[in-house]
């Protein structure tokens, strides 16, 4: 089985500074991680996600995110935020073959203008 | 191309009654999940079909039900609906199963029971 920990529920950031959002995940075999961003009132947007190869991904709107396998850690960074990054972030992982997403409880991002 | 679409939008139900969620995954997808969220919470792995088998349950009661149709669009049904059933009910979408193929969400089904 495969769980999943954002420690930090809010992160307040300044307009146009870096950000990071924390993720720790556990599981008895390999992974694939994935950072999904959930705006107010809808569904969910893949922003990331490693699969393989290269432990630093490049995702949409800037953000990128490092796996760190010793670490069990996959945290997205993003170098200057915006306004229109408010939202929810989510981490989550699947694994063993199958689809089956696992969530973190998720970060709320607020910008501070 | 048209995204996961999922009606109804927003539902109002009465505790004791049962409702079905409607699910069209994007054109050429053929598996669909189900995920339940709870406010303030992450989303809960519900059901995943693919080519219209079950390949995957999550810790549901048997009060959850769902069914995957020839043109691999699905429907999540929810029986003697509690009070806690009220959250917001998202579909998504990927080309197989079996994989960690990408997933597109729907923009959900936001239940609401009293």
């Known amino acids: 089985a495969q769980s999943v920990t954002q420690l930090d529920s809010q992160v307040p950031v300044f307009e146009e500074a870096p950000v990071e959002l924390r993720c720790n995940y556990s599981s008895s075999v390999s992974v694939y991680l994935f950072w999904y961003v959930q705006y107010p009132n809808q569904g969910l947007q893949l922003l990331l996600k490693?699969?393989?190869?290269?432990?630093l991904v490049k995702g949409i709107n800037g953000f990128e995110a490092e796996f760190n396998k010793s670490q069990t850690s996959f945290h997205l960074r993003k170098p200057s935020v915006h306004i229109s990054d408010t939202a929810e972030y989510f981490c989550?992982?699947?694994?063993?073959?199958?689809?089956?997403?696992?969530f973190g409880t998720g970060t709320r991002l607020t910008i501070i203008p | 191309d048209a995204g996961v679409t999922q009606s109804p939008t927003h539902l109002i139900k009465t505790r004791g009654q049962q409702v079905t969620l409607r699910c069209s995954p994007i054109s050429g997808h053929k598996s669909v999940s189900w995920y339940q969220q709870v406010l303030g919470q992450g989303p809960q792995f519900i059901f995943q079909y693919y080519e219209k088998e079950e390949r995957g349950r999550g810790n549901f009661p048997d009060r959850f039900s769902a069914r995957q149709f020839p043109n691999y669009s699905s429907e999540l049904n929810v029986n003697a609906l509690l009070l806690g059933d009220s959250a917001l009910y998202l579909c998504?979408?990927?080309?197989?199963?079996?994989?960690?193929?990408?997933?597109?969400f729907g923009p959900g089904t936001r239940l609401t029971v009293t």
């Open positions: 490693y699969l393989s190869g290269s432990t």
């Open positions: 998504a979408s990927s080309l197989a199963g079996g994989q960690a193929y990408e997933q597109y």
């Open positions: 989550a992982v699947s694994g063993n073959g199958n689809e089956k997403l696992t």
